[in-house]
Nanobody
């Protein structure tokens, strides 16, 4: 089982960026929950959003609500994070993660599988 995130980069405040996460060895639909987290230097890993794959139900952190959108593509077995109106404080390494159980919510310790992370830097 492997998750791989990509799409990070250096952008200016107000720009958009789209991250993708691909799963190999297993389909996203076999996980209960998949989500995105981020971690800035010196800070704890922070919940960004999650999606119940089989229903499409999404939940977002207040800090990104209305700006970020998680989408799924079962045919390609990929998950995306569309990030709009980026701010300097969105700069972090972004990780995709998957959980075997439902109800894992925002605690990263409840997620079982992690991608390697992709760097997003937003210049102000």
């Amino acid at each position: 089982v492997q998750l791989q995130a990509c799409g990070g980069g250096l952008v200016q405040a107000g720009d958009s960026l789209r991250l993708s996460c691909a799963a190999s060895g297993r389909t996203f639909s076999s996980y209960a929950t998949v989500g995105w987290f981020r971690q800035a230097p010196g800070k704890e890993r922070e919940f960004v959003g999650r999606i119940i794959w089989n229903t499409g139900f999404t939940v977002y952190a207040d800090s990104v609500k209305g700006r970020f959108t998680i989408s799924r593509d079962s045919a390609k077995n990929t998950m995306s994070l569309q990030m709009n109106s980026l701010k300097a404080e969105d700069s972090a390494v972004y990780y995709c993660a998957a959980a075997e159980k439902y109800g894992v919510r925002t605690n990263p310790q409840n997620y079982d599988y992690w991608g390697q992370g992709t760097q997003v830097t937003v210049s102000s």
